[in-house]
């Protein structure tokens, strides 16, 4: 559209792995992407999140349309975790995963981990998430400091099996800032401790024209069907 470079075209899951290697830039989907051969790197540990720890990544990922299916992450002694583990200011947009999973020690999604400002838009994660220890797990983005996600969706189980905070939802796990409109969660979720929500966990933010439709369960207090613990403001959804 012309406000950002010429993105680079990624062709197969070893160039969409390869944007690990940088800490910025500008990359988009050439065509859909099979992931499913990720069940069995390194040691069936999966996927390498892009991002996370003492780096992040900024840039844009546009996926064009297209989606990555199968893509498998099993890290349990890994926070950060997802697709991108870590983002700093990020642009995501117009990208689907399909299946798969993606497992985490905390702080994970299906697509981002850490999301600290930037938009995501048009995307959607339909693989199971899991986090095995600690909180801040959601079908689409563990925790979002700020920024924006629109139009944009997760179906598949999300669980947590971790400390007394689980801040665990649908979509996203914990949203401190920032604002989710015109988006949903179908998945069942469930978590073990505090602030568990079928779209989200915890809500200091906004939420607009938004919905989710999954079985929800809470051990605990801060339990919902649509957001666990609301501090936030909610319009228009359910």
């Known amino acids: 559209d012309g406000s950002v470079a010429t993105p680079w075209l ?8 390869g944007m690990a290697t940088y800490h910025a830039g500008n990359f988009a989907l050439a065509n859909d992407i099979d992931a499913s051969g990720t069940a069995n790197w390194w040691g069936d540990a999966g996927f390498v999140p892009i991002g996370g720890g ?5 840039g844009l990922f546009d996926g064009l349309g297209h989606v990555i299916s199968g893509l498998t992450i099993s890290r349990p002694t890994r926070g950060f975790v997802g697709l991108f ?4 200011t990020i642009t995501i947009r117009d990208v689907g995963l399909e299946g798969g999973s993606v497992t985490g020690q905390g702080i994970t999604g299906g697509l981002v981990g850490y999301m600290a400002s930037g938009t995501i838009t048009r995307s959607y994660n339909t693989g ?7 909180p ?14 629109t139009e944009s969706y997760a179906t598949g189980a999300v669980t947590s099996f971790g400390s007394a905070e689980s801040y665990v939802g ?6 401190a800032s920032g604002t989710v409109t015109e988006s949903y969660a179908t998945g069942a979720v469930s978590g073990l401790g505090n602030y568990v929500g079928g779209l989200v966990g915890q809500l200091w ?3 607009t024209q938004s919905y989710a439709t999954g079985t929800v369960r809470g051990f605990s207090s801060y339990v919902g069907g649509l957001v666990g613990g609301q501090w936030g403001n909610i319009a228009q959804s359910h």
């Open 10 to 17: 990624l062709t197969d899951i070893y160039g969409v792995q």
């Open 54 to 58: 003492p780096t992040t990544f900024s």
């Open 85 to 88: 583990g870590e983002v700093g």
């Open 128 to 134: 199971e998430v899991g986090s095995v220890l600690q």
């Open 136 to 149: 801040n797990v959601g079908g689409l983005v563990g925790y979002m400091a700020s920024g924006t996600i």
């Open 170 to 175: 649908g979509l996203v796990g914990h949203v």
């Open 205 to 207: 933010g906004g939420i």
